[in-house]
């Protein structure tokens, strides 16, 4: 009956925990460097796990002053910024910065309006000729759904961010074996796959200001707050899925129990052991 008992408790257990994994993988292919996570770990990874909100709402500043002069966010509409933790009327202010093209008036034109709660962040390019015409050729990807596009999700992202240096003999060594090699647009970057990007390095330290009582604007803390905002942009419902995958979990948990309990009990009438 005890050891039963037990392993009851430990196939439980196992599958209450295996719901926290994260899966982190790493990139397929010929990258150099590993994708790695950050030395502070995620917030919202885990059983339990929530979005770190003042991290997010510095990534959204990060994202709107360096980001968004070539990346759209197409997917993420305004009010839903609450999920993060603003207040309606921060919502209403950070709308209010946008113009996005009015409904056309009865003589067919159509004008700007300024942006409101329930608009969309708007694109930055009218299309992807004039994104790619802007970038030397490489169009820009809209970031809403980028940590769920890439394989290692938000640790990609912030390894893509952070791991940008000088390539070594021994990198220009192996880019020459595949028969790349790196031109006046692309930068060395271990992390993409390729080892060659057309995005040049985005961030660099104290490149935005962050508010008092805030941690200092580093690399490290930028590409941080940026991968977190964008994790959030990709799954906003995240906290519910896990809350609700959590009582899931406790209700097969304690239904487990009932179960076992009954089963011993018949078992003991029945075969009378
Ligand atoms: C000056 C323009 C510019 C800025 C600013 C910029 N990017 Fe990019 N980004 C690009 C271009 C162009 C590409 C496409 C690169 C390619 O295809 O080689 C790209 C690609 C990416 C990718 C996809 C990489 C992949 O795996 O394909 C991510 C993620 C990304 N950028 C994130 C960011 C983040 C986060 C910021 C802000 C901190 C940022 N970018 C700022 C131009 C920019």
Known sequence: ?????????????????????????????????????????????????????????????????????????????????????????????????????????????????????????????????????????????????????????ENYVYSLLTHYREPTAEDLAILEKKNISLGDTSYFNPIISGNQIAMAPPLIEDLVEYAAGQPKATLKQMAYDVSVFLTWTAEPKLEDRKKLGFNVMIYLFIFCGIMFFAYRRIAKRILGH
């Open 1 to 153: 009956m005890k050891k039963s008992l037990f392993a009851f408790v430990a196939v439980a257990f196992v599958a209450l925990a295996s719901t926290g994994m994260s899966g982190q993988a790493f990139a397929a292919g010929n990258t150099i460097d590993h994708i790695e996570a950050p030395e502070q770990g995620w917030k919202h990874t885990g059983i339990t796990g929530t979005f770190d909100r003042a991290a997010a709402q510095r990534g959204l500043q990060v994202y709107r002053e360096v980001c968004a002069s070539c990346h759209s966010l197409r997917h993420v509409a305004f009010r839903t910024l609450t999920g993060i933790g603003f207040t309606e009327r921060e919502i209403k202010a950070i709308a209010a910065e946008y113009t996005v093209m009015a409904d056309p008036n009865e003589e067919g034109d159509v004008l700007e309006r300024n942006a409101q709660p329930f608009d969309y962040f708007p694109l930055v390019y009218a299309n992807k000729q004039a994104a790619a015409a802007s970038n030397n050729g490489a169009v820009p990807p809209d970031l809403s759904l980028m940590t769920k596009k890439r394989v290692g999700g």
